[in-house]
């Protein structure tokens, strides 16, 4: 049903009507911007390699043959848009590590393990924990939990092999799993005896 | 490498789950819309109002014309002298009474040029605005 109607707007699109590609964006703007965002770490550099990703999505669609899903190639369009903007922006790591070392003492310091984590301050807790993730295991983890999508097609997304996603994709989780222990969104018991707080 | 249970797979996506999509700027969509736009109106180049096709008749029948001169100078050519008789046969003299002054003759002139470039300035806004 989805992807019927995805159909319909590449279709008015393609006859020049822009607003069919504006309820591509709407419809999409949230997945492709979450992806970004947890690749790149930096919310205003996110928002302008989201924005690219769709105008290179709209100059590319006459191209869209539709063996995959739209999404699918969406996200793989996307995904690349990230890797170049990692490669280009070397210095974006350091800067990214330097926040990273304030948050973590900042965190330190107003944290109290006997308190309550709850609303927001769980929220930053968990996102700091994703954030922490490399940006290729960052954009896995997305892509299995928030899209659901499948192994194959996260494969297809990263040009990785089926096997090789899911090893990345094992590792990764894992280490999300270890990062919540150690900020404390997941407890220790959790962890040796499968518990909840 | 330890494999995470199902429980602790289950705290982990319930977890991830808490924290959602995150949201861009509200003028997400405006931003990219312009930017597209923009970038129509940049890749819009002004078409020439005489087409390639165009100026490949005016440079033959200008090259037709001076090959014409260039391989029959003095000796007349057949279809200038049917002009001529065409001509003679015109009554001669049916203008005499009317005086036009300079000015009037140029504005004219101007105004039958516009009028023939109208037709390739509307094709060409057409052109545009099918674009956008």
């Given amino acids: 049903m989805a992807n019927k109607t995805d159909q319909y ?130 954009a896995l983890v997305t892509f299995f939990y928030f899209e659901d999508l499948s192994i194959k097609e996260i494969a297809s997304i990263t040009q990785l092999t089926e096997d090789n996603v899911k090893v990345k994709l094992h590792r990764s989780r894992k280490k999300l799993f270890d990062l919540m222990v150690k900020h404390e969104v997941l407890s220790k018991n959790l962890r040796n005896h499968g518990q909840t707080i | 490498m330890d494999k995470l249970s199902s429980k602790e797979e289950d705290r982990l996506k319930r977890a991830i789950d808490e924290v959602g999509l995150e949201k861009p700027s509200k003028m997400f969509t405006t931003n990219v819309l312009n930017v597209i736009q923009r970038k129509m109106v940049e890749y819009s180049q002004p078409a020439p109002l005489i087409s390639k096709k165009g100026w490949a008749l005016v440079i033959f029948i200008f090259a037709g014309c001076c090959s014409l001169f260039l391989f029959y100078p003095n000796e007349g050519i057949q279809w200038f002298r049917t002009l001529e008789q065409l001509n003679a046969q015109f009554p001669q003299g049916l203008f005499d009474g009317i005086k036009i002054s300079k000015t009037a003759v140029f504005a004219i002139s101007l105004m039958g040029l516009f009028l023939l470039q109208l037709p390739f300035l509307l094709q060409l806004v057409n052109k545009q605005r099918n674009m956008e």
């Fill in chain 1, 9 to 138: 707007l590449i279709a008015r699109t393609l006859n020049g009507d822009l607003q069919a590609f504006a309820s591509l964006v709407e419809k999409y703007q949230e997945y492709v911007f979450t992806i970004v965002v947890r690749m790149l770490k930096v919310n205003e550099e996110a928002e302008e390699v989201a924005q690219d990703t769709f105008i290179k999505v709209y100059e590319s669609l006459s191209g869209f043959k539709g063996d995959s899903k739209f999404s699918t190639w969406l996200y793989r369009i996307a995904y690349r848009k990230a890797l170049d903007q990692i490669r280009k922006n070397k210095n974006r790591v350091q800067s990214f590590e330097l926040i990273e070392d304030i948050s973590e003492d900042k965190y330190q310091t107003i944290d109290n393990p006997s308190e309550a984590m709850e609303g927001q301050e769980r929220l930053q807790r968990i996102k700091r924990c994703i954030n922490q993730l490399n940006p290729t295991d960052a």
